[in-house]
């Protein structure tokens, strides 16, 4: 059964750091594509980044690659989200997702449609 669990969320103050895992079961996360994403209540997802396992690359949306990063450690098959200086407005629900396409065989997707597994999400609230 294929699973996605994110941990590491809780509350950051400003200016502060955070990390977030996504531990996966089920599949292998090396041979995927996957995304890490956020949502505010009543929002819609915004993308935060998505990585290329297969190519060893990733794609920032807009105004994310300063402050946010990933990495995947294969002996444990997760994904973190390293983030840093954390704002107010970095508060939301966090998910990694992935796409279990092996079609087309190489990029990824900012998009969240995209994507066919996700997480339960992890909350970070940062506090000023």
């Known amino acids: 059964q294929v699973q996605l669990v994110e941990s590491g969320g809780g509350s950051v103050q400003a200016g502060g750091s955070a990390r977030l895992s996504c531990t996966a079961s089920?599949?292998?996360?090396?041979?995927?594509?996957h995304a890490w994403f956020r949502q505010v209540p009543g929002k819609e997802p915004e993308t935060i980044l998505c990585?290329?396992?297969?190519?060893?690359?990733?794609v920032y949306a807009d105004g994310k690659k300063d402050r946010f990063s990933i990495s995947l450690d294969d002996a444990k098959n997760a994904l973190y989200l390293e983030m840093k200086d954390l704002k107010a407005e970095d508060t939301a629900i966090y998910y990694c997702?992935?796409?279990?396409?092996?079609?087309?065989?190489?990029?990824?997707?900012?998009?969240?449609?995209?994507?066919?597994?996700w997480g339960q999400g992890t909350q970070v609230t940062v506090s000023s």
């Open positions: 997702s992935t796409d279990l396409s092996l079609n087309p065989p190489h990029g990824c997707y900012l998009t969240a449609k995209k994507y066919d597994y």
């Open positions: 089920g599949f292998t996360l090396h041979y995927y594509r």
């Open positions: 990585y290329d396992q297969r190519e060893d690359t990733t």
